[in-house]
């Protein structure tokens, strides 16, 4: 699009080019028409026609006009389709780029930094909720080691007094098993004691009785 | 050594006036129509080079990638480097809003006139002696008729495009000043225009043609740098002139609330 408006603008200059002379052309135009027929006299003497005016620096006429304004029409549009469009693209592409990525940085660091803001709070968080769970693991291990120890004690108060019961019977029944031994003993010294005392008749009187505690037993 | 091949020529006036070989109006003067001179081959080797080179540099990125086609790379650096310094240095501040619309315009008459200077520091018409009548060789820019139609075309392009954007407006601020000078201010601001036309004109010319005689006559090296310098140099001051006379002309209005506040006239003064 922008080629098309100073294409109209250099299309004209052609034109105007073409039809007259401009007046920068026809101020300048008189010292070079000058030169050419001053310098043209010795030329033509040697005989170069063709090269008439030459030796002026002024040298050249409408044509050069012409020619330039061609050539340079066919740069400047070859160049303003070819090669500036995309130059003037990747300008603005590249200020895009770095305008949209500047853009991002921020937005992105602003990002961060929220959520930075945001670990930061969960830590806390996160540091007081552990600080809580500590305290009443704490809690709980001291109800359960007191419960453990009451209980431990509980257990051996009943060992102990079961113990205790079970001494005092090992102790009655070994009681009771010494009275016995001891009367047994008594028993055993003392008819020892008496067979010592019995005489022949008191043997005989007993067996007698014993025969007939027997026969009584019979009948 | 290309001062000392600039050097050989019997007359330092070889090296810059147009040789023509064949005129339709021979010794016509102003009316006279080379068509085949050593200037005119110049040209085209001028155009030629440009319409191949520059869309090929520009087209050379260092990748197909969303980063790499934005890129430049080898030849094309250089093209878009002058490019893009002109467009933020110079088109920017004169042009304003404009900037994109005469960007590539500027950038052509930048590097047509460039390549024309450069191609004329080449002895060219040395290594071609060979070639009859003088055919190759000489600098297009030292041609007064060729510096004037370029000169011409900054001319139409401020004219008509200060007309495109402003129409009455840009007429009526010729007619500055209180209403009993307005003509006349407003015939030496149309008359300054003409002179600053010629003025591009022969500045052009006359550097280009001033300094390769004096490569002609000296042959020296020094000078082949300082002419390679003064072959940028006045593609540049073609170029950033240009600029500013189109900004002046199409930025009329800003430049009147600049300068002259809330005054009512619709004449505005920048020169």
New interface residues.
Partial sequence: M??R??L???L??AA??LAA?????G???EP???N??TT?QPDTAHGA?????????????????????V??L???F???T???????R??D??EK?IRTSLENARREREDAEKLLVQYKQQIERARVDATAIVDEGRRDAEVVRRRIQDEAKKESDEMIARAKREIQLATDAAVKELYDRTANLAVDVAAQIVRKELRAEDHRALVLESIERMKASKN | MLGLLLGSGADPLDHVIQHTTLDLNPGGGLWSFPVLSNHIVMQVLAALLLIIVIPIAVRQRAGKDEVGRLVPRGFGNAIEGICVALRNQIFQPNLGKYTDLFSPYLWSVFFFILVSNALGLIPLGDWFSFVPGHLVGGTSTGNIYVTGTLAVATLLMVVINGLRFHGGAYVAHFFMGPPYLAWFIAILEIAGLGFKTMALCVRLCANMLAGHMILAVLGCIAFNFLEILVAFLHAFIFTTLTAVFIGQAVNIHHDHHEEHGHEPQPAGAHH
């Fill in positions: 922008h080629q408006k100073y109209g603008a250099l004209a200059m105007l080019a002379p401009s007046p920068a052309h101020q300048h135009a070079a028409a000058h050419a027929t043209q026609d063709a090269q008439a005016g030459e030796k002026s620096i002024f040298g050249g006429g409408i044509g050069n006009v012409v020619w330039t304004t050539i340079f066919v740069v400047v070859v160049l303003g070819k090669a500036w469009p995309q130059i003037l990747v300008l592409e590249r780029s």
